[in-house]
C-alpha cells in the first residue's frame, strides 16, 4: 500500500450551502491526516492551470464560472491536502462518482451535489484522479511552507534579498 497526498477542494456551492463541516466529517472515515488547508479566492489564472486538461471541452466555461464562484455569488473555496495510505482512492471512493447522479447516494457528491440546466456537474467537491494529477495540483495549490511536512522535493531561491523555499 502506497502513502500517496491527494488535493481536496470543497467548492463554492459546498461553501455556501455551510457543507464544509458535513464533507470533513465524511472524509474523516478515510483515516487520513491533513497536512495542509487554507481557504483561497479562486481567479480565473488559477482556474485555468487547474482545469488545463478540460479546456477545450465545450462546458469550460461554465466549469470556469463553477470553481471562481461567479455563479453562485461566492468566491472562495478550501483548499486541502490529505495523506495517508491510498489517500486518492480512499478520498475518490468518500467523494462518489463526477456525475452526481451517478454517485452513490451515500458519497458526498451523491448526497450534495446536482447537475445544473445546462448539463454542468455540480458536485461540491474536487479530488485529485491519480498521484500525478495529486501532485500537480498540489503544487499548484499550495506552496512548500503551507504544507506541514516535507512532501515534494524543494529548493531554497533568493527573491529580492529574501529567501523563500520552492518547489523543484
Same mark, same amino acid.
Given at each position: 500500500?502506497?502513502?500517496?497526498?491527494? %488535493? &481536496?477542494?470543497?467548492?463554492?456551492?459546498?461553501?455556501? #450551502?455551510?457543507?464544509?463541516?458535513?464533507?470533513? /466529517?465524511?472524509?474523516? $472515515? =478515510?483515516?487520513?491526516?491533513?497536512?495542509?488547508?487554507?481557504?483561497?479566492?479562486?481567479?480565473?489564472?488559477?482556474?485555468?492551470?487547474?482545469?488545463?486538461?478540460?479546456?477545450?471541452?465545450?462546458?469550460?466555461?461554465e466549469?470556469?464560472?463553477?470553481?471562481?464562484?461567479?455563479?453562485?455569488?461566492?468566491?472562495?473555496?478550501?483548499? %486541502? &491536502?490529505?495523506?495517508?495510505?491510498?489517500?486518492?482512492? #480512499?478520498?475518490?471512493k468518500?467523494?462518489?462518482? /463526477?456525475?452526481?447522479e $451517478? =454517485?452513490?447516494?451515500?458519497s458526498?457528491?451523491?448526497?450534495y451535489?446536482?447537475?445544473?440546466?445546462?448539463?454542468?456537474?455540480?458536485?461540491?467537491?474536487?479530488?485529485?484522479?491519480?498521484?500525478?494529477?495529486?501532485e500537480?495540483?498540489?503544487?499548484?495549490?499550495?506552496?512548500?511552507?503551507?504544507?506541514?511536512?516535507?512532501?515534494?522535493?524543494?529548493?531554497?531561491?533568493?527573491?529580492?534579498?529574501f529567501?523563500?523555499?520552492?518547489?523543484?
Amino acid at each position: 500500500m502506497a502513502n500517496e497526498a491527494t %488535493l &481536496v477542494i470543497v467548492k463554492p456551492d459546498g461553501l455556501k #450551502k455551510s457543507l464544509t463541516g458535513n464533507i470533513l /466529517t465524511r472524509l474523516a $472515515e =478515510a483515516k487520513l491526516k491533513i497536512i495542509a488547508a487554507k481557504v483561497i479566492a479562486v481567479d480565473r489564472k488559477l482556474a485555468d492551470k487547474h482545469y488545463q486538461h478540460l479546456k477545450n471541452e465545450p462546458f469550460y466555461p461554465e466549469l470556469s464560472q463553477y470553481i471562481t464562484g461567479e455563479l453562485h455569488g461566492e468566491n472562495r473555496v478550501m483548499a %486541502l &491536502v490529505y495523506s495517508g495510505e491510498e489517500a486518492i482512492t #480512499k478520498v475518490r471512493k468518500i467523494a462518489g462518482a /463526477t456525475n452526481p447522479e $451517478e =454517485a452513490d447516494p451515500v458519497s458526498i457528491r451523491g448526497a450534495y451535489g446536482r447537475i445544473l440546466t445546462v448539463g454542468l456537474f455540480e458536485n461540491v467537491i474536487h479530488a485529485s484522479s491519480d498521484v500525478g494529477e495529486a501532485e500537480r495540483e498540489i503544487k499548484l495549490w499550495f506552496e512548500p511552507s503551507d504544507i506541514v511536512c516535507e512532501l515534494y522535493p524543494c529548493q531554497k531561491k533568493t527573491f529580492d534579498n529574501f529567501e523563500k523555499t520552492v518547489w523543484k
